[in-house]
């Protein structure tokens, strides 16, 4: 069965530094999706991507993260100068089609990186 | 502002029995889905159920049941003959409408404890 797959699986970095957490969405997806989860909390939507652009960020998503689909299949995002409270899992997810209002289009989630700033 | 809450921080079941799990949503919209995510202690997001505010029938699949109030904006998950592996945290999640691929709103979660 295809699925998201995520690397790397844990990250260290002091803060200041530049983290590129890199994702692998299922092979006929065409959305694709960051969230982030800091430990002992809810999952939180950082971004959503469609047609090489994003198409919904959230307030978390400021000028210090990015996103790019670099070739056919990977899917990254990029934290410009850490911060200690960037610390958490990140998870992507991928679905085939826009998840509009209530039809049926599932989120598939990858395993997630959980990154460290020190 | 769309929310979801879970007001059950923790959960305990006896093995082989039902549990439902809570969970309220507030939303304007007419078209929206509800889910279900359980996060075993490895960390992973595995989709569980799905339920489409216009479904007029419960959703299941196999051991897992979404009891759908819409007057009440609820959609407890109902876990029949628990299991030592269901011992996970379970996220109730909404999604929003919106233009292309958007996002999904997440509740705080409960974490189940099953017992043998």
């Known amino acids: 069965e295809p699925e998201v797959t995520q690397t790397p699986s844990h990250q260290v970095t002091q803060m200041g530094q530049e983290v590129i957490l890199r994702c692998v969405p299922i092979s006929n997806h065409l959305y694709f999706y960051w969230y982030r989860q800091i430990l002992g909390q809810k999952v939180e939507f950082l971004v959503s991507?469609?047609?090489?652009?994003?198409?919904?960020k959230s307030e978390i998503f400021d000028d210090q993260f990015s996103v790019e689909r670099p070739d056919g299949s990977n899917f990254t995002l990029k934290i410009r100068s850490t911060k200690l409270e960037d610390s958490a899992m990140y998870f992507c997810a991928s679905s085939r089609k826009g998840l509009a209002g209530g039809g049926q289009e599932t989120q598939y989630f990858g395993p997630g990186t959980r990154l460290l700033v020190l | 502002a769309q929310k979801i809450t879970q007001t059950q921080p923790g959960m305990f079941v006896q093995e082989k029995e039902a549990v439902t799990l809570d969970c309220t949503y507030d939303t304007s919209d007419q078209s929206y889905g509800l889910f279900w995510y359980k996060q075993p202690s490895s960390g992973e997001m595995i989709f569980l159920i799905y339920?489409?505010?216009?479904?007029?029938q419960n959703a299941t699949e196999g051991r897992y049941s979404l009891n759908f109030q819409k007057a009440r904006k609820s959609a407890n998950l109902v876990i029949s003959a628990s299991q030592l592996g269901d011992s996970a945290m379970y996220f109730c999640a909404m999604r929003e409408p919106g233009a292309g691929g958007f996002k999904t709103i997440f509740g705080a979660g409960t974490r189940l404890f099953v017992k043998a």
């Open positions: 339920q489409g505010s216009y479904d007029e």
């Open positions: 991507f469609y047609n090489n652009e994003i198409s919904e």
